[in-house]
């Protein structure tokens, strides 16, 4: 029996990069896996991708910068399923002005970039506690190497993601619900290398420590799937990093 066979698991920003690659993966092992992102269209492409390979899957367009849409989203969600076994909060701003900024930035973008890294994670755990608990669930969020060095607006709202990673983990712990951060280093996916160029990945690249390769989405999905596995049940409330060393070496973000 594949691992995950009997799971539920919903991930956000599941249209491409490493939200495609975190669905991909727990598809491959069983689990039915509802993908969850504003571009619909890329979504619905993704979606028939997996059921192409023989996925069970649910495509859902939301704009999780809207609460009206996260409440939508959850509610259709409790209607159709009785439980929720991993949420993945990957959706994310990661590029452009979030990256590049903080001064100058003013009100309304900060709190559109925090709405949307920080808030709909802690927004779609509570409107599905009920699901996650009956199934003993996880929570992970996608937090980032550049969580641990905040000089940018994206920095402080991946170190915003990890602290309600923390405050998430003691809530929802009577529940038996799990919630753990990941902090992927560099990893290569079109948004990420179309954002950064070639020079800049070839660059950061070689800030690590070991191994001397590039970070795949796979690598990334591969730790989901251990935090998600018995061999991972022991672990909450905590940021786990996955960049061969990187983290603080240098890295600005
Ligand atoms: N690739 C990397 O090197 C790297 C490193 C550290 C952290 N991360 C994090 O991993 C996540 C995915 O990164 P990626 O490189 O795959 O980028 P990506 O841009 O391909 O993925 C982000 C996805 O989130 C979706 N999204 C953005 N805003 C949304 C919203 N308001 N509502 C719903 N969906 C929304 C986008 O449409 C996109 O499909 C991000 O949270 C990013 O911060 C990536």
Request: aromatic share 6%; charged share 15%.
């Amino acid at each position: 029996m594949a691992r995950f066979e009997d799971s539920t698991v919903m991930v956000t920003g599941a249209a491409g990069g490493l939200g495609l690659a975190i669905a991909t993966a727990f598809a491959v092992e069983g689990a039915h896996v509802v993908l969850v992102d504003r571009d619909a269209g890329r979504l619905e492409e993704a979606a028939q991708a997996l059921r192409a390979q023989g996925a069970t899957c649910e495509a859902h367009p939301a704009d999780l910068g809207d609460e009206a849409a996260i409440v939508q989203l959850c509610a259709a969600f409790c209607d159709a399923h009785e439980r929720l076994d991993v949420l993945v909060n990957n959706a994310g701003l990661a590029y452009g002005e979030v990256a590049n900024g903080f001064f100058g930035l003013g009100l309304a973008k900060w709190q559109h970039f925090l709405a949307i890294n920080a808030i709909a994670p802690l927004l779609l755990a509570e409107h599905l506690r009920a699901p996650l608990a009956r199934a003993g669930g996880l929570i992970v969020n996608q937090s980032s190497m550049a969580s641990h060095v905040p000089g940018t607006a994206y920095g402080v709202t991946k170190a915003t993601l990890n602290a309600m990673t923390f405050g998430l983990a003691s809530q929802l712990a009577g529940d038996g619900i799990r919630c753990v951060a990941i902090a992927p280093g560099l990893m290569e996916t079109q948004a990420s290398l179309g954002a950064l160029g070639e020079d800049t990945m070839r660059g950061l690249t070689e800030m690590q420590l070991a191994p001397a390769r590039r970070g795949t989405p796979e690598d990334i999905a591969n730790a989901c799937l251990f935090l998600a596995s018995k061999e991972g049940s022991f672990i909450n409330n905590t940021v786990l990093p996955v960049d061969a060393g990187n983290r603080l070496r240098g890295y600005r973000g």
